[in-house]
């Protein structure tokens, strides 16, 4: 599988602040990637710096094997929608959408204009009158109907309702599917795009923390349930993230990963094995040190 | 598809700003001037139009503004946006300028409207050969128009502060300028200057400022930012 993006410590900084600080990793074509972090961790500067519209201030970026700065080879490859976005004030969604048309080769207008149908939004009203929720639909379609061969969407839902955003997600994975592309989605929402990512991004304070695919993630931790005083022996000496007492039962996620003997250890002391979702791990993982004192205490 | 014309058509689509909204304006100033002059004996000679060399300064202001993020958020290289924006400065400015050419045309045949309003074909700015109104009307056009990107761009890489600082230290050295030119004398040669030039020669001395505001706006441009 080629290589779509390459960072090779790329760094961003602004006078003594650095936002992007040595960061290295590269992205796989036709995967689903989930860049994960607190807000102000980078996420949104490292995709300006993919996408040419911020510049690195150190570190070597490759997109599509070149640079991507007036690089129409590799810009016409990336459709970037972000939570951001300006648009003329004048435009109506249909002017959006045709102008669009020509900027991305593989605009798919007839899917456009159906998926503007499912998001119920009205073609001819102008962009200045949309609400947050419409403004990120328009975008969402947009990233869509591109058809882009690197699609990037930063935080695309601001404003949507639950109904509007499952919407988003299955028509993704049904385009997806039959248009395979490379998807770099950064959200807050980990729980909700958990089970389309593949890959895993976490970013926190400019550096990156986790490079893994989701798979491989999910099993660094498990959460155990049962009485208090089994799942208490059972986590003597373990590294535990999270501890939820419920009356006598007790839910721990615990680090680490197990092998078939500890599990059936587990397993006969009653206790039920369940994998960690993946945004406690992100959580975890990005507040870490605190959590982690809460719970030695 | 080449992306230059997928500039302009972004533009296009604009076509109040560019198109609708300066022939309004600049037409409503007629129409009032036109009223105006029935009621008025003698010839009335009007400064009309200069409104739409006007509005096509702000219009160069305002565009930047409103469609770069936009372009470069739909992945258009900068050098693109330029060349696409230029192309359409190009374009309307030519148009405008055979448009007004044709009205001023009109007004000659029609007797100045049959109520002696002057509006089009005004003297000095409309004398000479018709190529040479069209040349000036095109250059004052492209003058305008490159001068509002200039201080758009400006604004998009320095912000508000950039432009106080830049306006005012312009502001300084037009000053300092004002008083070394009373100071050495320079004065009786500038007037004597001014008033030998026709408008052909105002226009030709504006086409180096085009290419500098054109290249200047171009390489601010090639690393401005979202």
Sequence with gaps: MGKIVELNRLTKSYGAVKAVDNVSFSIDENKIYGLLGRNGAGKTTIMHMITAQLFATGGELKVFGDTPYENNRVLNQICFIKESQKYPDVYRIIDVLNTSASFFPNWDHEYALSLAGDFRLPLKRRMKKLSRGMLSSVGIIIGLASRAPLTIFDEPYLGLDAVARSLFYDRLIEDYSQHPRTVILSTHLIDEVSSILEHVLIIDSGTLLIDEEAEALRGRAFTLAGPKASVESFTAGKEVIHREPFGSFVTATVMGNWNAAERKQAEALGLELAPVSLQQLVIYLTNGKAQRKAVEV | ?226
Excluded: C
């Design chain 2, 1 to 226: 598809m080449n992306r230059v014309s997928s500039v302009v058509k972004m533009h296009s689509r604009d076509k109040w700003s560019w198109f609708i909204v300066p022939w309004l304006v600049m037409l409503s100033s007629f129409v009032i001037n036109f009223i105006i002059s029935y009621f008025v004996d003698e010839p009335l000679i009007t400064g009309g139009l200069s409104s739409i060399f006007i509005y096509m300064f702000v219009a160069g202001i305002i565009t930047l503004a409103q469609t770069f993020p936009f372009a470069l958020g739909m992945s258009v290289s900068r050098t693109d946006y330029f060349l696409g924006t230029s192309s359409m400065v190009l374009l309307t400015s030519a148009g405008s300028s055979l448009l007004l050419l044709l009205i001023g045309l009109t007004e000659g045949w029609t007797n100045d409207w049959g109520s002696g309003l002057v509006f089009f074909q005004l003297p000095y700015l409309s004398e000479g050969p018709l190529v040479n109104q069209f040349t000036v009307y095109l250059i004052i056009f492209l003058f305008m128009h490159y001068s509002g990107i200039l201080i758009g761009v400006v604004h998009k890489r320095t912000g508000k502060n950039g432009m106080f600082l830049i306006s005012g230290i312009l502001l300084a050295a037009f000053t300092l300028l004002g008083f070394l030119a009373d100071y050495l004398n320079w004065y009786p040669a500038i007037f004597d200057w001014i008033v030998k030039q026709s408008a052909m020669d105002y226009a030709l001395w504006m086409l180096p400022f085009i290419v500098i505001f054109a290249a200047a706006s171009y390489l601010l441009l090639r690393r401005a930012t979202i």
